[in-house]
C-alpha cells in the first residue's frame, strides 16, 4: 500500500476529524471567553472591587529605566527593562480557566444525559455447580 493511501486512510477515520473540529471550535471558543471575560466580566469586578484594573496590577522587583546617551549620541548607560510579577493577568486567565470548565462540565453532563441508558444485561442461568445445589435441595426435600 502506497503510503500516501495509508495516510488518506488515516486522515478519514472519523475520530480523527472528529477531533480536528474539536480543536477548531475550542479555539474559536477560547476567543469567545477570552473576549467575554476581558471585555465583560473584569470591569465588573473592577466596579464590584473599588475601580481595581486588574491588567496594570502587578509586583514590581526591578524598576525599568531608559538608556542614558551623552551629547554625541553615545550610549552611557544601557536601558533596563522592568521585573514584575503581573499578578492581575493571573488573577484574569485563572477566571477564564473557571469559566471554560464550567462551560465544559456542562457540555459533558447534558451529553452523559443524551445517552440512553444501556439496559441491565440478563441475568446469568445457573452456573453448572448451583443447578448440582439445586438437585441435591430438591433431593433432600422428598
Known amino acids: 500500500m502506497s503510503m500516501m493511501k495509508e495516510f488518506k486512510e488515516f486522515a478519514m477515520k472519523g475520530n480523527l476529524v472528529d477531533m480536528a473540529v474539536a480543536f477548531v471550535m475550542g479555539a474559536a471558543f477560547t476567543k469567545v471567553t477570552t473576549a467575554f471575560i476581558s471585555g465583560m466580566v473584569m470591569p465588573l469586578i473592577g466596579q464590584l472591587t473599588g475601580g ?11 524598576e525599568g529605566a531608559a538608556e542614558i546617551t551623552d551629547a554625541s549620541g553615545a550610549v552611557t548607560t544601557a536601558a533596563v527593562s522592568e521585573v514584575a ?3 492581575g493577568s493571573f488573577i484574569t486567565v485563572t477566571i477564564e480557566f473557571l469559566v471554560v470548565a464550567f462551560v465544559m462540565f456542562m457540555v459533558i453532563k447534558s451529553i452523559n444525559k443524551m445517552k440512553k441508558a444501556e439496559p441491565a444485561p440478563a441475568p446469568a442461568g445457573p452456573s453448572n455447580e448451583e443447578k448440582l445445589l439445586m438437585e441435591i435441595r430438591d433431593a433432600l426435600k422428598k
Do not use: E, H, Q, R
Open 52 to 62: 481595581i484594573n486588574f491588567s496594570d496590577k502587578k509586583i514590581i522587583l526591578t
Open 85 to 87: 510579577v503581573a499578578w
